[in-house]
């Protein structure tokens, strides 16, 4: 079955481990796409995603992090420096990915991808700051774009409802 190229499901990513990953693997789950980093004033969002993956992993969802150093120096550790941070700090299961850049001509096609389909305020693309949110429906399409001030509790409710949607 072809992936549709309109959709997350035709990207691939290299996750923390270092292993290539394709995001197909995620098709028909609900997905919270995060730019996220360690030494970030929202660092603390990682308690708030983790009760989000704890919440709803059953039903199918997934928060997917990825790490991201362009944002005032954030996140300058190595993978293994990452990987075991949101482990013992935040007991983090959901799954991570290698380090990424979102903005600028490395971005990470993935977020060039996500940045067109889910603009941010008056239409803009760029990411402005760590913890910048994607939500993402059972189809791979992005539905939503969340600022990074935007506490992850606050979209449960919109999970909720893509979760009730059936899969098509």
Same mark, same amino acid.
């Given at each position: 079955?072809?992936?549709?190229?309109?959709?997350?499901?035709?990207?691939?990513?290299?996750?923390?481990?270092?292993?290539?990953?394709?995001?197909?693997?995620?098709?028909?789950?609900?997905?919270?796409?995060?730019?996220?980093?360690?030494?970030?004033?929202?660092?603390?969002?990682?308690?708030?995603?983790?009760?989000?993956?704890?919440?709803?992993?059953?039903r199918g969802f997934d928060v997917l992090g990825f790490p991201c150093n362009q944002f005032g120096n954030q996140e300058p550790g190595s993978e293994d420096q990452i990987a075991d941070f949101c482990t013992?700090?935040?007991?983090?299961?959901?799954?991570?990915? &290698?380090?990424?850049?979102?903005?600028? $001509?490395? #971005?990470?096609?993935?977020? !060039?991808? =996500?940045?067109?389909?889910a603009p941010g305020l008056l239409g803009s693309q760029g990411i402005k700051w760590n913890f910048t949110?994607?939500?993402?429906?059972?189809?791979?399409?992005?539905?939503?774009?969340? &600022?990074?001030?935007?506490?992850?509790? $606050?979209? #449960?409710?919109?999970?909720? !409802?893509? =979760?009730?949607?059936?899969?098509?």
């Amino acid at each position: 079955m072809a992936t549709d190229p309109g959709t997350i499901h035709t990207f691939e990513a290299t996750d923390i481990q270092g292993r290539p990953r394709t995001l197909a693997e995620f098709t028909g789950r609900v997905l919270l796409i995060v730019n996220v980093a360690s030494r970030c004033g929202l660092t603390k969002q990682y308690s708030s995603l983790q009760a989000l993956q704890d919440r709803f992993h059953d039903r199918g969802f997934d928060v997917l992090g990825f790490p991201c150093n362009q944002f005032g120096n954030q996140e300058p550790g190595s993978e293994d420096q990452i990987a075991d941070f949101c482990t013992t700090s935040f007991r983090v299961s959901f799954p991570l990915f &290698a380090k990424v850049e979102v903005n600028g $001509a490395d #971005a990470h096609p993935l977020f !060039r991808h =996500l940045k067109a389909a889910a603009p941010g305020l008056l239409g803009s693309q760029g990411i402005k700051w760590n913890f910048t949110k994607f939500l993402v429906g059972r189809d791979g399409r992005a539905v939503r774009r969340y &600022a990074p001030n935007v506490p992850p509790e $606050a979209i #449960a409710g919109e999970i909720e !409802r893509l =979760l009730e949607m059936p899969p098509t």
